[in-house]
């Protein structure tokens, strides 16, 4: 034992000896021991406090072991901790008939899974069946899980290394006004070129032959790419016309995040499908799910849906949904965290953006915001490479380094770090964490051309 593993908890010698970790070269990691946490803070074994500014992976919408939810998971683990998913269940029934109320349109029936991956697996199934075709058009730049299929539908490197992956997916281009792939002056010319662009693919594809167009509503992880009004209309306008499912991915930006309570509702836009995970119940049980239209639940009707899950709809996950639908009810979440980013989040960004030369763009909505950074704004070359990894990442490890040393957990991607801390985050806690890459911003500046 070296010198340095004698002062480390048993928990973190056990994780190195034995935990495999997701997307990581086992060797090289130094994971914190996380031992508590509470609203927008955690903490580890070493007294070190963190304002949570990534939601742990952008899903504990309602802040750490809200005691009312926490409750609620005791209270149903007394009463029923787990029954098979061809049974009924009051958690169950409660958390569909929930979750179809809030949805759009005529999507009112849930099928529930363990996750995001899951969901969206399941999303392309129903599509499948419901269509009788099978190829599926997904974005560049876009994440939708770590499964076979998910993974391949994926749009973003973390693909790569599962190729060939599922057969039947087709990529395109999705909006993204500041990195235009159509070189759009602005978001209108975006939305319109970017449409055509998909017109375009569907022509040579043959539109009659794709089940499903899945999309991010607003792009997570790959940006925070919200697109410009319009394009989400254009995209169900375009499905309408072939016959094709539109599924909206909302496991990371539905249940609040956008300051809705589905991201589609801030463009009044009806998917056939929304995938839903994450921010459903925070993650403090794992669950997912898929909303349904009718339309596609009666293609199941006489015919057997051909997938399952031991635990779908599991009560525990189930009463925690239902539980966390309740307290953002009675404590105005969604409401408050539109509030967040029209009154804190973007006037602080945008005000920060004219002082830091590194800054790019600021961009989002509710609170899932990114601040894009530049070596230089006039030619909008990345403070680091597209994937950068080692050396070449070392201007945003220094910066994600600089965040945590003040006390800030920060969400960092490729060039870009998101402000996605809880929904239930103070006006104070928002303003101190924004201080705090205020701060550590200085750090990116240094690479900047001011
Ligand atoms: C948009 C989107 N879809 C799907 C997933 C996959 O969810 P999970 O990790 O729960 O399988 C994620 C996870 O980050 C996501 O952001």
Same mark, same amino acid.
């Given at each position: 034992m070296t010198s340095l593993e004698t002062a480390r908890s048993q928990a973190y010698l056990d994780d190195r000896a034995h935990v495999f970790h997701s997307w990581?070269?086992?060797?090289?990691l130094d994971p914190l021991v996380v031992v508590g946490a509470e609203g927008s803070r955690f903490w580890d074994d070493q007294g070190r406090s963190y304002l949570d500014f990534a939601s742990q992976l952008v899903n504990v919408n309602i802040g750490h072991q809200h005691p009312k939810l926490v409750a609620a998971i005791k209270e149903q683990a007394d009463k029923l901790c787990t029954v098979a998913p061809f049974h009924a269940n009051d958690a169950r029934s409660e958390a569909a008939r929930l979750i179809a109320e809030l949805a759009?349109?005529?999507?009112d029936m849930v099928f529930f899974t363990n996750g995001g991956a899951e969901a969206t697996e399941n999303a392309i199934r129903l599509a499948r069946g419901h269509t009788g075709r099978f190829k599926v058009l997904t974005t560049y730049r876009s994440y939708h899980g770590g499964t076979n299929g998910a993974i391949t539908m994926? &749009?973003?490197?973390?693909?790569w290394g599962n190729e060939p992956g599922a057969p039947g997916m087709v990529k395109f281009w999705g909006p993204y006004t500041y990195r235009s792939a159509f070189h759009a002056a602005d978001d209108a010319e975006e939305c319109e070129r970017a449409l055509a662009h998909l017109a375009d693919v569907l022509m040579v594809e043959g539109g009659h032959t794709v089940a499903a167009i899945v999309l991010e509503t607003v792009v997570g992880t790959n940006g925070i790419l919200v697109p410009p009004d319009g394009y989400l209309q254009g995209v169900r306008d375009l499905c309408d016309e072939h016959g094709i499912v539109m599924i909206a991915d909302?496991?990371?930006?539905g249940f609040g995040r956008?300051?809705?309570?589905?991201?589609v509702d801030h463009w009044d836009v009806t998917p056939d499908l929304i995938c839903f995970a994450k &921010?459903?119940?925070?993650?403090y049980i794992p669950i997912g799910g898929v909303v349904i239209s009718r339309r596609i639940a009666d293609t199941y009707a006489q015919r057997p849906y051909p997938g399952g899950l031991t635990y779908s709809g599991h009560p525990l996950a189930c009463a925690s949904a239902v539980a966390s639908i309740g307290i953002f009810k009675e404590e105005g979440i969604v409401e408050h965290a539109r509030r967040l980013g029209t009154d804190v989040i973007g006037p602080t960004l945008a005000e920060m953006a004219t002082r830091h030369p590194s800054i790019g763009e600021v961009r989002g909505l509710g609170v899932f915001w990114a601040i894009e950074l530049v070596k230089d704004r006039a030619t909008r070359e990345p403070l680091v490479p597209f994937n950068a990894v080692g050396l070449a990442a070392k201007p945003m490890n220094d910066l994600a380094a600089a965040c945590k040393e003040r006390g800030l957990w920060p969400f960092t991607h490729f060039n870009r770090m998101h402000v996605v801390p809880p929904l239930t985050t103070t006006d104070e806690e928002m303003r101190e964490g924004l201080a705090i890459i205020d701060e550590a911003l200085a750090v990116a500046d240094e690479h900047a051309t001011a």
């Open positions: 990581s070269a086992q060797a090289a759009p349109g005529d999507l994926t &749009g973003d490197p973390r693909r909302e496991v990371m930006a956008c300051g809705e309570w589905f991201a &921010g459903v119940n925070s993650g």
